[in-house]
């Protein structure tokens, strides 16, 4: 009986070794490269720069930096 508990526990940590590349991924945005620059942009409510990937973007094609901004701007 604890060569079949072993033999699922070994076969359960092989199968989770070998599972698709796609099943391991956590979702998360992959992190530039060190050193990699990245476009800044200006805030239209603040006037303050912004990594391009943390963008919000208004309908009328606005950039801000953050969601309040961008609501705050579309309430003027």
């Known amino acids: 009986m604890k060569f079949f508990i ?3 526990i070994v076969a359960l940590v092989v ?3 070998l599972r698709p590349k796609s099943l ?8 530039p490269a060190v050193g990699a620059t990245e476009a800044m942009l200006e ?3 603040c006037h303050t ?3 391009a990937s943390e963008a919000q973007t208004a309908a009328d094609g606005a ?7 961008r609501r705050l701007h579309a309430s003027h």
Do not use: N
């Open 6 to 8: 072993w033999g699922v």
């Open 15 to 17: 199968l989770w070794v």
């Open 24 to 31: 391991r991924s956590s979702g998360a945005k992959p992190r």
């Open 43 to 45: 805030c239209a409510e």
């Open 49 to 51: 720069y912004f990594p």
């Open 63 to 69: 950039v801000f930096c953050c969601d309040q901004h």
